[in-house]
């Protein structure tokens, strides 16, 4: 698997690629309408899609160089997203990057709009900051592996200052800083930065992923948002190592959300966390990192058990980037499950108490009915249950199938809470 020391800090790119991409969807939202034409030369930093509505937020050129096309791309959700292609120049000029001298609150309200910075899991950060009087800020991410919290290794005092600018943007009364009771580095770190009195850091033994912002509120808080709800109802904002720097990058060196820091890991040359421009292709990044031994068996984003599998290395960096696995054919060929042996490891580890095991049956059954009464819509994708259960079933893929079903089985959450549910096609008439 290779030497992983270079993965706890982030090492800077040594050669940009020919071209890179850059997609119009890199949030929740609508895609951005382009603000440039096939031919168009573009700077480094400069806006090339504008938000269009809630959920939206501006994409900029991470490279200078011309427009060679805009088109349906591949993307790393899995989909095909109009994408802004740039090949890359020589000369490599930026736009000039201004900044406010003290900006107030509205003021860096509107920056931080304007650099597009947008949360893992989607939300732009101007909106998260909306009506919240309390920010967390989420180091657990995953492990150490992770580029998210490899930001907290490399730019600290730049991370707390955007934490800041994020309270005196929301005005947030306080500030909470989430770090895995395992990342000893992490507390080391942050003991030196001398935090001020209304910010202070919570231990936790658990990584938050992505869905786990509610359960996040709620372990630390004790605040409990509605099912399907955001952490904005309890009035919280959950937010990233890496937007927080993005916003000190853009509040006092006026830069746009261009830039990701990307851990590569897995049977590659050199394994590490790489500042890369947004838009650059994986198989560009592999290339960097010594190229992958021999053809990779699975390519998956954000983790082993929550990440999404990738169908092929053209896919490009984006704003939700944070790691990339690889993984050998062996690799996952040696992954076969055996029977369960009722250790009820899974039903220890699920942070949200239910019972993995029993779901995980009852969905490979089809019988969606009863995982729903045994709460399966609570479960987080965590992945704990599947890394801890010893033989190797794939408790998660069957608990997201069920969770699917469900989903597709109901117009909204309304019909949802209905007690009459009936799922299946027309042939069984519904029996499942
Ligand atoms: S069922 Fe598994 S994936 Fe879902 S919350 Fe529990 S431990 Fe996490
Ligand atoms: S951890 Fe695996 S083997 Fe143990 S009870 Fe759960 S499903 Fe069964």
Do not use: W
């Not at 657990?140 to 290794?153: D, F, L, R």
């Amino acid at each position: 698997m290779g030497n992983y020391n270079n993965l706890e800090t982030i090492n800077f790119l040594k050669k940009l690629p020919e071209d890179v991409v850059i997609p119009l969807r890199q949030h929740k939202g609508a895609p951005c309408k382009p603000l440039v034409s096939v031919g168009d030369t573009v700077l480094a930093g400069q806006q090339i899609g504008e938000a269009v509505g809630l959920g939206s937020a501006p994409v900029h050129a991470s490279v200078s160089g011309i427009v060679a096309a805009i088109d349906e791309l591949p993307h790393p959700s899995g989909n095909k997203v109009i994408s802004i292609v740039i090949t890359v120049d020589e000369q490599q000029q930026s736009i000039e990057f201004n900044s406010l001298d003290n900006p107030d609150q509205s003021e860096i309200k509107q920056i931080i709009k304007d650099a597009g910075v947008v949360e893992i899991y989607g939300t732009p950060t101007c909106e998260v900051i909306e009506n919240i009087d309390t920010i967390i800020l989420n180091v657990t991410y995953e492990s150490s592996m992770i580029a998210g919290c490899v930001g907290i290794n490399s730019y600290s005092s730049q991370f707390y200052k955007g934490l800041k600018f994020l309270m005196k943007a929301s005005g947030a009364k306080q500030a909470i800083i989430a770090v895995n009771r395992n990342n000893k580095e992490a507390f080391r770190i942050l003991s030196n930065l001398k935090l001020e009195s209304n910010i202070r850091v919570v231990p936790l033994k658990i990584a938050y992923t992505l869905n786990m912002e509610n359960l996040l509120v709620y372990d630390i808080l004790g605040a409990r948002s509605q099912m399907g709800g955001k952490s904005q109802d309890v009035k919280v904002a959950v937010c990233g190592v890496n937007p927080a720097y993005e916003v000190y990058d853009a509040v006092v060196n006026g830069r746009p959300s261009m830039l990701m820091p990307v851990s590569v890991y897995g049977p590659v040359g050199n394994p590490q966390s790489i500042l890369v421009p947004i838009g650059m292709r994986f198989k560009d990044i592999f290339e960097q990192c010594g190229g992958c031994n021999g053809e990779p068996g699975k390519i998956i984003v954000n983790g082993l058990y929550t990440g999404i599998a990738q169908y092929t290395d053209e896919v490009p960096v984006v704003k939700q980037t944070a790691g990339i696995l690889i993984q050998s054919p062996s690799e996952i060929l040696s992954v076969q499950p055996i029977p369960c042996i009722h250790c009820a490891r899974c039903v220890d580890v699920c942070p949200v108490d239910i019972l993995p095991t029993r779901i995980a049956i009852l969905a490979d059954q089809g019988k969606f009915d009863d995982c729903r009464l045994m709460h399966v819509m609570n479960c987080v994708e965590c992945g704990l249950c599947t890394v801890e259960c010893p033989s190797k079933i794939p408790l998660l893929q069957l608990i997201k199938y069920a969770k699917v079903a469900i989903e597709r089985a109901y117009v909204d959450m309304a019909e949802k809470e209905s007690s009459n549910l009936t799922l299946g096609c027309e042939s069984c008439e519904g029996g499942v």
